[in-house]
């Protein structure tokens, strides 16, 4: 590892003015779990890292209004994993973070980090874009809300601008949606997916007005599949054959990159079959418990 | 160099540490063995040690912010020259071969027995899925935890 300077500051205030510089090379630390592996790879070699670690506790809080859960963006995964609100609220969440990388990853790493990073492989990002949820982003002077969807914009870019950092993450509460996230793993059962699939359906009485499918692990970053979606607009929740055709539809309008974990022909056929089964999960589990 | 303080093992010290140093680097120079470097990825749990009561992977922590914390590692016993429970459970069930992945499984059941006295199989597959073992031990090492919250149990 290249030498580099490790700075502590103690307020949020206080990091937002050691991030505001032209030199790109000065980088905030969240949990730092994403930063030290690509420091020991060498495609990370910044001159000073920013940890945030110690900024106020209020940064790592869960709560909850009327209408939405806010999460702090220094709360680490684990505690987000077993928050009280997150479980009966976002059950989905909790889920999900049941199978993302392990026990020690999850007690370190931040949901800032976690949604910075914007490794196309991860597994909250399609989740908190089905739930329709915003980042909180701070930089000195100034906040701005933007949507999860538009926060990450290629791979591993985000539309974040130096200097800025994420500071809470807004996700709306689901009512009467239902939703649900699919881990497709090829090499062993808690590793990195081959496919990720969530889904959030809005339904009165039997009829489906509004479906958000996000597929991440087969582009270069977490998107929404609008002709699957169209499909579902409308649909009967008792027609089985609407959701064959939702798989369908998803699967003809990927255009999946192959990786380590799967070629693009067979991305497109777990994107098929996935789908399908996750908008299946999803009116099954009407918002169970995780 | 920074100098740091921090609590191992129940001692209160004073390490000089760099910022690109990692956990198993320092405690390695302080001659403590029992978290062991293997992947540096995060992923097999050689390394694992306790920050402030939490497990986490040596590998991926910088020692410099331990500054201030609560470090327990594998070296750090209940009694002077005993096993505890769940140590003697992976003895009793032959629960390792070559034994290099042993501290960081004893460590994160340890974890897992405080938060779920009673898991089940499925819970304690979860909970180690990021623990790996080379010699392939897993069944063994199953029933092992198993024995560790039956004994638990029959103490409380
Ligand atoms: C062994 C292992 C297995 C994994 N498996 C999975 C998996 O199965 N699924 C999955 O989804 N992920 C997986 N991950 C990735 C993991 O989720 C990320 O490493 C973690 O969430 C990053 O969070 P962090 O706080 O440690 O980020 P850091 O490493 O601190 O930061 C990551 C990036 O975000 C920036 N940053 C940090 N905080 C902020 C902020 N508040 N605002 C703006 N920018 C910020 C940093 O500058 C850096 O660019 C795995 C990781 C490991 C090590
Ligand atoms: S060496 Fe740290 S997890 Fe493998
Ligand atoms: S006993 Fe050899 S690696 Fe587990």
Redesign the pocket.
Known sequence: MRPFELLEPSSLREALGLLDTADETV????????????MKAGV?E?SR?I??RRIEPAWAEISQSADAVEIG??A??SAIEHSGIVRSELPVIARTLR????V???N????????????P?????PVLIALGASVI?ASRGAERELPVAELISGYYE?T?ASG????RVRVPKQFARFSAYR?ITTRSA????AL?VAVALDREGPVLREARIAVSAAFDRPLRLAAAEAVLRGASIDDEAVLIHAGDAAADEARPIADERGSAAYKRELIRVHVRRALRDALDAQGGTP | MKTIRFELNGEPVTAQVEPHHNVVELLQTMGLRGARES?G???CGCCTVLVDGLAV?GC?YFAAQLDGARVDTIERTEREGELDVVQQAFAECGAFQCGFCTPGFVLMTRQLLAHNPAPSEDEIRHYLS?NLCRCATYPEIIRAVQLAARIRKAGA
Do not use: F, Y
């Open positions: 980088r905030p630390a969240g949990g730092g779990t994403a930063l030290m592996l690509m990370l910044p890292l940890s945030l963006a220094l680490t995964l199978t993302l990388a392990n020690r990853v999850r370190v790493a931040t949901l800032g980090g976690n949604l910075a990073h914007a490794d492989h991860m597994d909250l990002p982003i985000t974040l800025e950092l994420i500071v881990k808690d590793d990195w997916p990720g | 992947c990825q995060g992923l992977s991926l990021g």
